[in-house]
């Protein structure tokens, strides 16, 4: 009974191993087109995720209009401060993981670049891309200040090394979000798409890496790795 009960058990694991094993395989032989193809739903379910999630509370739009404030984060100020949305303490735009903003549908004016391109990473994987990185780029005019002006986009391995893309302005698809550049540290680039290259890329992250930076200031400790390297 034993040595029946013990062949069971090898048979299971064999099973349980030749599919694991075929679907890591399945996802290293994606070819380009078929990660392209899985990259546009992955963009378009982002960008679904987000419209549905940044709708502005009215009592919100009532409280900007009594201020008077033309200041761009006071919606996400509002957020944050909101008892209903107070999921852990310490909070700011930083400090909430892939997994937090898909399950509060926390708006983007909340989380900003760095939160959209953590929920993109989360849901490529979802789909079987597997080799999916954040890419910390500094603004260039101000490097060397000690000042927060960056934008968070996503780099996805091809055959031909690792393609840049920008998922933050909603609407996208591969060809339209996709970065020209080789990806590499320190490489001047067009995070932006405004067709000028004015960013620098400081740091190529895991998304894990890149959910550990929760604060400004631990933020910044990447962007002073580009101001020491272009002193």
Not at 187 to 194: L, Y
């Given at each position: 009974m034993k040595k029946v009960i013990i062949i069971a058990i090898i048979v299971i694991l064999g099973i349980v191993g030749y599919f694991l094993i075929s679907s890591n395989r399945h996802q290293q032989n994606l070819t380009d087109q078929q990660i392209v193809e899985r990259l546009d739903?992955?963009?378009k379910r982002v960008d679904d995720f987000f419209i549905s999630a940044d709708v502005i509370p009215e009592n919100y739009k009532q409280m900007k209009i009594k201020e008077n404030s033309d200041d761009e984060f006071f919606y996400r100020n509002l957020w944050l401060q909101d008892a209903k949305h107070q999921i852990k303490p310490n909070q700011n735009m930083f400090s909430f993981s892939a997994d937090e903003i898909d399950k509060y549908k926390i708006p983007s004016y909340v989380v900003g670049c760095s939160g959209r391109a953590n929920l993109f990473a989360k849901y490529a994987k979802e789909a079987g891309i597997k080799d999916v990185y954040v890419v910390v780029s500094v603004y260039t005019?101000?490097?060397g200040k000690q000042h927060m002006n960056g934008h968070q986009i996503i780099a996805v391995k091809m055959s031909n090394g690792l393609q840049l893309l920008d998922p933050a302005n909603g609407a996208y698809n591969f060809n339209r979000a996709k970065i020209d550049?080789?990806?590499k540290l320190n490489?001047?680039?067009?995070?932006?798409?405004?067709g000028?290259?004015?960013?620098?890329i400081a740091a190529i992250m895991t998304q894990e890496e890149?959910?550990?930076l929760t604060s400004v200031e631990k933020l910044m400790e990447v962007y002073n790795r580009v101001s020491k390297v272009s002193e």
């Open positions: 739903t992955v963009l005019p101000d490097i550049g080789d990806c490489e001047i680039i067009d995070a932006t798409h405004h000028k290259k004015e960013y620098q890149h959910e550990k």
